[in-house]
Nanobody, 125 residues
Framework: QVRLSESGGGSVHTGDSLTLSCVAS????????MGWFRQSPGSEREFVAT????????VVAPFVAGRFNLSRDKAKNALYLQMNNLKPEDTAMYYC??????????????????WGQGTQVTVSA
């Protein structure tokens, strides 16, 4: 089973940028659909962005459209989430996930098989 390790979180101010990294223990391109989710205390885990197993164009949640971008690096077995113009409401634990399904873009946590440990993002005003 693939192992995922996130990094890149931190404490920033409104308008700042961060890039989250998710490094997998094996090749992800063509093997896994990959996604980013986030969760705040007392809230359910919510979808942020995903790229399908077949590498179709990434999909991001409406509330991060135009601010967050998803990319992959095949050589490094890595998935990145570039986050720009961060807002206090982006504060959450961010999780990377992998799913074996060929069913296009996976938008719910239940569709993923493996999760990383998470990386905390805190945005202050």
């Amino acid at each position: 089973q693939v192992r995922l390790s996130e990094s890149g979180g931190g404490s920033v101010h409104t308008g700042d940028s961060l890039t989250l990294s998710c490094v997998a223990s094996e090749n992800i391109v063509g093997t896994y659909a990959m996604g980013w989710f986030r969760q705040s205390p007392g809230s359910e885990r919510e979808f942020v962005a995903t790229v399908s197993r077949l590498g179709e164009q990434a999909v991001v949640a409406p509330f991060v459209a135009g601010r967050f971008n998803l990319s992959r690096d095949k050589a490094k077995n890595a998935l990145y989430l570039q986050m720009n113009n961060l807002k206090p409401e982006d504060t959450a634990m961010y999780y990377c996930a992998a799913g074996r399904s060929y069913r296009g873009h996976l938008l719910t946590p239940q569709e993923y098989d493996t999760w990383g440990q998470g990386t905390q993002v805190t945005v202050s005003a």
